[in-house]
């Protein structure tokens, strides 16, 4: 009878640690990611659609996730199609090879006063990175916000068409290491 009660009080435990995991799924349609690429005689913005993704959360930390980035829907503002080809090609992310990048959420400082800390990899490429960016989290009627400012320095997958760490003379054809990612996600 007492391992019987024993048991039970353990399983019990288990599943209240278990329920209070929260797993969300990213609405893929109102999450906006947002890009933003500079060089020596100026800048390119677009966007990049999320394909899905899912993060755990508990006691206000993230405590994992997945997020799956379809690299096909890379758009620049301008329509520049000339420069979609380029950056579509190998010189950059190599499209057609990687249509997918992913970035796995290891875990999360607590979100405590609205924001926090979050660790991870990122693959572009087929090229793994450890990455830690600051996000802040809103909860609001529709599900829950996170906003984040996440820089990629591209030459840690690769990417390395005209960057100054590794070609010389240059000069303002240099494109610049590191691009940024605006992310406003979305899940429920």
Known sequence: ??????????????????????????????TKLLWLGEKVTGQHTGTIKLKSGWLS????????????????????????????????????????KFPVAKLVISGSTP???GSGVVTGSLTIKDITNPIEFKATMQKKDEGTWFFANITVDRTKYNIRYGSGSFFDNLGDKTVYDEFKLKVNLLVK
């Open 1 to 30: 009878m007492k391992k019987a009660l024993l048991f039970l009080t353990i399983a019990g435990l288990f599943l209240v640690n278990v329920g209070a995991q929260n797993k969300l799924t990213a609405d893929t349609a109102a």
């Open 57 to 96: 959360l508990q006691d206000n930390k993230i405590v994992s996730g997945e997020f799956l980035i379809d690299m096909t829907t890379l758009k620049e503002t301008e329509n520049n199609a000339m420069l979609m080809g380029h950056l579509k090609s190998d010189d950059f992310f190599g499209v057609v």
């Open 111 to 113: 979100f405590d006063k």
